[in-house]
C-alpha cells in the first residue's frame, strides 16, 4: 500500500497478454454460492484499462456487489462534512502545533521537495494532510479516483440494476483514522511526503504487481512498509479484516453470489482475508486471467 494512502492503489498496461497469469482475485466457495474477493486500487489512469477479463467475469457471475463503503449511496455533502469535523481543526491550534517542530521541520522539508504548499494544510490535522497531500501527488501523476476499481464496478452495477452494499460508512473509516495516535499521524503525514519523490516509479511497480496478481511483490514490498506502522496498519488493514472476515462467513450460507472489492492489500498476507478464511477451513483459490491468442 504504499499506503500510507496509496496502498489502496495498486498497473497493468493491460493489453491482450499470450500467457495467463494470475490476478488479485479470489473465491470463496460457500454451501450453495460464490464469494469473489476483488483487490481493489482505488485510482488508476487511462492506460491501465482494460482490466484483467478475469473481473469481469466475476462480476458477471455476481449478484450483488460489497464494497468498502456503499458506493452508490454516497452523499458528497455529508462525506465533506464528516471530513472538516474530524480533520480540520476547530479551536487556535494549527498542524505545526500538532506535529511539534522537528516532525514539522522535517515535512515542511519534504513538501518543499515535491511542491506541497504545506501551509495551506494548517489547519489540518496530520493524517487528514497525508491524505490530501498523498492524492495531490497522485493526481499530478494522471491517477484519478473515477477511474479506479469501485466506480468502474459501481457505473456496472447501476447500469445493470445489480445492488451494491458496504461493509462500512464513510464516517467510520475516517475515524479508523483519527483515532489513531498523534504520534502515528506525525509518521503517517512525515513518510508520506518524504515518500512523495519516489510515487511514481513505485506505483508503476506496484500496479503492474497488482495487475498479474504478484502477491509475493505485494506482500513482501508493500504490505511489509506498512507493517512497519504498526497503529496504521492495525487500524486500516489488521483490524478490519478480521471484522470483514465474520462479515464474509455468514454469506457463504447464502443462495446469492456476491463480488467483494476492498483495497488489495487487505488481500494479501496471513493477516488478509483469503488466508484468515482458508485457515477455518473455507475454499478459496486465487483465479487467473486465461492466456489469449494474438
Known amino acids: 500500500m504504499k499506503k500510507l494512502?496509496?496502498?489502496?492503489?495498486?498497473?497493468?498496461?493491460?493489453?491482450?497478454?499470450?500467457?495467463?497469469?494470475?490476478?488479485?482475485?479470489?473465491?470463496?466457495?460457500?454451501?450453495?454460492?460464490?464469494i469473489f474477493l476483488l483487490g481493489s486500487v482505488h485510482l488508476l489512469r487511462p492506460a491501465d484499462y482494460p482490466l484483467p477479463s478475469a473481473f469481469d467475469s466475476a462480476y458477471e457471475q455476481a449478484d450483488v456487489l460489497i464494497m468498502e463503503i456503499d458506493m452508490d449511496d454516497i452523499d458528497p455533502f455529508a462525506t465533506q462534512a464528516a471530513f472538516v469535523s474530524y480533520g480540520v481543526l476547530q479551536d487556535d491550534r494549527t498542524l505545526e502545533d500538532l506535529m511539534g517542530a522537528e516532525h514539522y521541520s522535517r515535512a515542511a522539508a519534504a513538501a518543499a521537495a515535491i511542491d506541497i504548499p504545506l501551509e495551506m494544510l494548517g489547519k489540518t490535522?496530520?493524517?487528514?494532510?497525508?491524505?490530501?497531500?498523498?492524492?495531490?501527488?497522485?493526481?499530478?501523476?494522471?491517477?484519478?479516483?473515477?477511474?479506479?476499481?469501485e466506480?468502474?464496478?459501481?457505473?456496472?452495477?447501476?447500469?445493470?440494476?445489480?445492488?451494491?452494499?458496504?461493509?462500512?460508512?464513510?464516517?467510520?473509516?475516517?475515524?479508523?483514522?483519527?483515532?489513531?495516535?498523534?504520534q502515528a499521524q506525525r509518521d503517517m503525514l512525515v513518510s508520506t511526503l518524504e515518500q512523495g519523490a519516489e510515487l511514481s516509479e513505485l506505483m508503476d511497480e506496484l500496479i503492474d504487481a497488482w495487475h498479474r496478481g504478484d502477491i509475493a511483490f505485494l506482500e513482501n514490498v508493500m504490505l511489509s512498509e506498512l507493517a512497519e506502522h504498526q497503529e496504521l496498519n492495525k487500524a486500516i488493514v489488521v483490524d478490519r479484516n478480521k471484522r470483514w472476515v465474520e462479515q464474509i462467513d455468514t454469506l457463504l450460507d447464502d443462495d446469492e453470489n456476491y463480488l467483494i472489492i476492498v483495497g488489495a492489500l487487505h488481500l494479501v498476507g496471513e493477516n488478509g482475508v483469503p488466508r484468515q478464511l482458508a485457515r477455518r477451513g473455507t475454499p478459496v483459490r486465487q483465479l487467473s486471467e486465461p492466456a489469449t491468442v494474438r
Open 5 to 34: 494512502l496509496a496502498l489502496l492503489l495498486l498497473t497493468s498496461h493491460a493489453m491482450a497478454d499470450s500467457t495467463g497469469h494470475p490476478v488479485t482475485l479470489w473465491e470463496v466457495s460457500g454451501a450453495q454460492n460464490s
Open 125 to 149: 490535522e496530520p493524517w487528514y494532510a497525508a491524505m490530501t497531500a498523498e492524492i495531490m501527488v497522485l493526481n499530478r501523476i494522471g491517477f484519478d479516483p473515477t477511474l479506479g476499481i
Open 151 to 182: 466506480m468502474h464496478m459501481t457505473a456496472k452495477a447501476i447500469g445493470d440494476s445489480k445492488p451494491i452494499e458496504g461493509f462500512e460508512t464513510i464516517e467510520e473509516q475516517i475515524q479508523f483514522l483519527d483515532g489513531m495516535s498523534m
